[in-house]
């Protein structure tokens, strides 16, 4: 009796929202293992990409190799698939499979019919078909681009986002999503672009977008794509300029009201783009008030924690600051001490009435000028390493002229941050200041003083003010 050939089933669907398999399963069950044991095919694997594209040819398919190594390694007889678009969208593909296959009598099949990858007219006959898929789908790009810049010259855009849409904006990606959806946590209506403001807002106030992100997932705040937010998505949502009602240029004005004011956007994407200055964003996840901000007064190098046993439980605790640069090590201090130190002084300093009043407008184009330099800086290093004989003076040359102007940009942009940041925190109390999250209080901080810590001027106990330099940021 002949044993019954084995078969490894291939399921594909390009686009699966928020990940369903729906898709994928149903073309298992419903079409190929009935198929197989129509034909009495014994179902050795089932391989599958969903939401995977079988056309672009820089996209992986985590199946389709694994499916490919078993043919190679003679694990497989018979591919099943629902029908032969969702297999092969390019003609590279068809051949690199028919390469495997050449000489081991690979059956190909699908409710449209079979084939012998070894026999030459069934081999005419899928080149014929990858052909016309890959035309199909070329077609069907060009139309979307098609109506992607009919869309751009009227002011829209794609509503974008994993979940069909972009957070804030309905699908048609103009109007406000509607305020009927519920937190998970405490089941309060939760209006997307409310959100966005209160992320913009936070993190014009200094906070982190870690911090940010946290916060919000303690509330059940969860992306268009049903996940909890987290800090990539606050980062993506505090840099698009979609908010701003702008288009993805972050120039030209869009044709849907802004969320946010576009200076605010301005502000935050230019510190984004420049990472201007320690205020923004709290990439690491800082612990303590002064660590990474206070400097060493002997090599300049940033201070840091250092732990400390305690003798009666054997536990460690942070206890001190000091410099860990060698062959430095020179300088130490208390934690405790100049933490107080330092917040005393920048809760007086915010008390300040000579401080600015509030925010004050950042000077417009930042954020745009600062992806234009970052773009024409790249093009300069690439024709630096292409240059051709006599040019490379005057490409230095203008290398130099951009990053002049870049570090003017980035001091524009720290400069006004810090002014808003202490703007908005004037007159704030020493118990105000201890309530705000760690990230804005650093902020405050590095807005308010440049800390230089000096070595001790005494022996024994006690702290001395004097060998704590605060000068301007």
Not at 425 to 452: D, K, N, W, Y
Request: charge should be positive.
């Amino acid at each position: 009796m002949t044993e019954p050939l084995r078969a490894g089933i291939y399921c594909r669907l390009s686009l699966a929202r928020d990940g369903d398999t729906t898709k994928v399963d149903d073309q298992e069950h419903r079409y190929c293992r009935p198929l197989c044991a129509q034909l009495g095919w014994e179902v050795a694997a089932v391989y599958t990409d969903n939401s995977r594209s079988a056309w672009r040819k820089n996209r992986k398919r985590p199946g389709w190799d694994s499916m490919l190594a078993d043919i190679d390694a003679g694990k497989l007889q018979a591919i099943v698939v629902y029908h032969g678009d969702r297999l092969i969208r390019q003609p590279y593909d068809l051949e690199l499979l028919l390469n495997l296959a050449d000489g081991r009598g690979i059956r190909l099949a699908s409710p449209t019919g079979n084939r012998d990858l070894d026999n030459a007219e069934d081999r005419f006959i899928l080149r014929i078909e990858a052909a016309g898929a890959c035309r199909e789908s070329d077609n069907t790009s060009r139309r979307m681009k098609g109506g992607i810049e009919r869309r751009r010259l009227h002011g829209v855009v794609n509503s974008g986002g994993r979940g069909g849409r972009m957070f804030g904006f309905d699908t048609d990606g103009v109007a406000l999503f509607p305020a009927d959806r519920c937190s998970l946590a405490t089941r309060e209506e939760v209006v997307e672009a409310d959100i966005v403001r209160e992320v913009f807002a936070r993190a014009l106030d200094g906070e982190g977008i870690r911090h940010i992100a946290a916060a919000l997932r303690r509330r059940g705040i969860t992306t268009t794509a049903g996940r909890l937010m987290h800090p990539i998505a606050i980062r993506r949502m505090i840099a698009n300029p979609r908010y701003a009602g702008l288009m993805p240029d972050g120039v030209s004005a869009a044709a849907w009201k802004p969320v946010v004011p576009r200076e605010d956007w301005e502000t935050i994407n230019a510190i984004l783009s420049g990472r201007s200055s320690l205020l923004l964003p709290s990439h690491t996840a800082r612990r303590y008030l002064l660590s990474g901000i206070a400097r060493c007064g002997v090599c300049g190098a940033p201070m840091q924690v250092l732990p400390q046993y305690t003798k009666s439980t054997g536990r460690v605790i942070a206890a001190r600051y000091g410099c860990l640069t060698p062959p430095c090590r020179k300088v130490f201090r208390k934690l405790e001490h100049l933490d107080a130190y330092v917040t005393v002084r920048t809760v007086a300093k915010l008390g300040d009435k000579r401080n600015p009043p509030g925010r004050i407008p950042s000077a417009p184009g930042l954020a745009a000028e600062l992806r234009a330099l970052a773009e024409e800086r790249q093009a300069i290093e690439a024709a630096i390493t292409d240059h051709t004989k006599g040019r490379l003076h005057l490409l230095m040359g203008r290398l130099d002229s951009v990053d002049a102007r870049l570090a003017q940009v980035r001091e524009l942009t720290a400069a006004d941050t810090a002014a808003r940041i202490v703007g908005t925190h004037q007159g704030i109390t020493e118990e105000e200041f201890g309530a705000l999250p760690l990230s804005v209080r650093r902020a405050l901080v590095a807005a308010c003083f440049t800390v230089t810590v000096l070595p001790a001027s005494r022996r024994g106990p006690g702290f001395n003010t004097e060998d704590v330099r605060l000068g301007a940021p």
